[in-house]
């Protein structure tokens, strides 16, 4: 674990992103306070190139309004974070069904929002870097890189925990792919490095790497579900502790020795 002597405030959360076809069986969110989710709850609908469909969002509507949020609400004492990931589509339509939750609800879909849950503020945001092998324009929730900055310099200073689908750019390491082929997203390193929120939960990146790395003092986490197999999932959720010491300052502990990578049996490290 990470050394911390902060105690006073405790909070548990479990994070997770890119789930796609892999679905929600396995993940049990018990015990934990806050579970935030950093994109792609649905399938690979943006990976052809093809532009958003009526169809595939009204099938993705579907899927939220009977799948995901009864999942949510098997939880009541749950407070889920969720940020749309560039294969949501159904967050492009007007009646996105997270948009139109009752106050007091414990889901919290955020789209450069921010939600302040058991003292920690948590600042959402879908945004992600165009692919080079994208054609026919923007897909959704992609933004080049001035665009990224317009959108982010909306982010207040004192965040605790950022929720990105993107992953940042980080030199010399495999959470955002090869490091002599990063896919990262060096605006949102440059934001990160700025603004040094305490945490910065993240995915899109099917890395191979899923130990936290630092950007200065904020702890980096990709967290998504998947790598090469898109209908498995090959990580599990990453849990972590936020706790807050008697003079204000939140810490986070991990479990430094969790590569979170889902073992067949009889596989090793």
Known sequence: MTAMNCQSIVVKLLAFSDVHESGYDGIDPSGHDVVLIAGDLQGY???SGTKPSPERIARQVKFINEKFLPWCNKYPGVQFV???????????????????????????????????????????????????????GLKPFERKADDFKKVFAQMPEDIDILVTHATP??????????????????????????KQPTVCVCGHIHAR??????????????????????????????????????????C??????????????????
């Open 45 to 47: 609908a943006c990976c």
């Open 82 to 136: 969720v940020v749309a990931g560039n294969n949501d589509e159904f967050a492009l339509d007007p009646a996105n069904p997270l948009k139109a939750l009752p106050s007091g609800s414990n889901v919290h879909y955020l789209q450069d929002g921010l939600v302040e849950i058991k003292g920690l503020r948590i600042w959402g945001s879908p945004w992600v870097k165009p692919k080079n092998h994208r054609v026919g």
């Open 169 to 194: 750019e980080v030199p010399d390491s495999y959470i955002a792919g090869r490091p002599e082929n990063n896919y990262g997203s060096k605006a949102l390193r440059e934001i990160i490095e700025a």
């Open 209 to 250: 790497e899923h130990q936290p790395v630092f950007l200065g003092q904020t702890i980096v986490m990709n967290v998504s579900r998947i790598h090469n197999d898109r209908c498995r999932a090959s990580y599990r959720p990453r849990a972590f502790t936020m706790a807050k010491d008697a003079s204000g300052v939140w």
């Open 252 to 269: 986070c502990q991990y479990d430094e020795a969790d590569d979170l990578k889902i073992r067949t049996k009889g596989e090793t490290r």
